[in-house]
């Protein structure tokens, strides 16, 4: 089963229309990172929250942590044909042998002119 | 940020033959690498957790003698695809942590570009 469940797993919007991405998982999250990728090419960082309530933004792109840090979600205000890409959710898993950083399945964007 | 590379970006190789793929903390030292696996419209999948100077930590169903992985220096691990066949075409991108705590989940990871794998 998958640790990090992220919906949708693909969207398509319309130019100019707000949307949001969400990364859900059943254990408390210690890290959450949110990464963009375009597909055959590397992770591009967008942000990393750590304390429940938490919130950033950059540029037209805000994600948050909720109050129990197992939930994510990252919103998109005003999409631009900029912003398609496939979108990760990736947590920081504290194991007994260890930490290790997995992914949610992702979240394919497209936007249309 | 820490840049890391990855060589090569693309190879295409023949069934049976070995591939090695290089990963490169250019910028800093990596005590610990990783290595994860995407298939088309997949996520990541992470393969194996690379230290330098000891074994790996391969990830349930990964085979680690598919898989060689090794962790020479501070600054390079390496991922060899041993007897390659069709099903290991793949998308293979390497992470490297950058130490700044002695607590891991406030070390922030490092993605290579990724190597595209095929084999024909």
């Known amino acids: 089963s998958q640790e990090l469940e992220q919906s949708p797993q693909s969207l398509i919007v319309q130019e100019g229309k707000n949307l949001t991405i969400n990364c859900t998982s059943s254990?408390?999250?210690?890290?959450l990172y949110w990464y963009k990728q375009k597909y055959g090419e590397g992770l591009i960082f967008l942000m990393m929250?750590?304390?429940?309530?938490e919130e950033k933004s950059h540029e037209k792109i805000t994600a948050k942590l909720d109050e129990k840090k197992q939930q994510s979600s990252l919103h998109i205000t005003a999409s631009q044909p900029s912003h398609a890409g496939i979108y990760l959710c990736g947590a920081f898993m504290i194991y007994n042998q260890g930490g290790k950083l997995i992914f949610g399945q992702g979240t394919e964007l497209s936007v249309k002119p | 940020g820490a840049v890391v590379s990855q060589h090569p970006s693309w190879v295409i190789c023949k069934s049976g033959t070995s591939v090695k793929i290089e990963c490169r903390s250019l910028d800093f030292q990596a005590t610990t690498m990783f290595w994860y696996r995407q298939f088309p419209k997949q996520s990541l999948m992470l393969m194996a957790t690379s230290n330098e100077g000891s074994k790996a930590t391969y990830e349930q169903g990964v085979e680690k003698d598919k898989f060689l992985i090794n962790h020479a220096s501070l600054t390079l691990s390496t991922l060899t695809v041993t007897s390659a066949h069709p099903e290991d075409s793949s998308f293979y991108i390497c992470?490297?942590?950058?130490?700044?705590?002695?607590?891991?989940?406030?070390?922030?990871?490092?993605f290579g570009p990724g190597t595209r794998l095929t084999v024909l």
């Open positions: 254990k408390t999250l210690y890290g």
């Open positions: 992470s490297a942590r950058v130490l700044f705590s002695g607590i891991p989940i406030y070390n922030e990871q490092f």
């Open positions: 929250l750590q304390k429940g309530g």
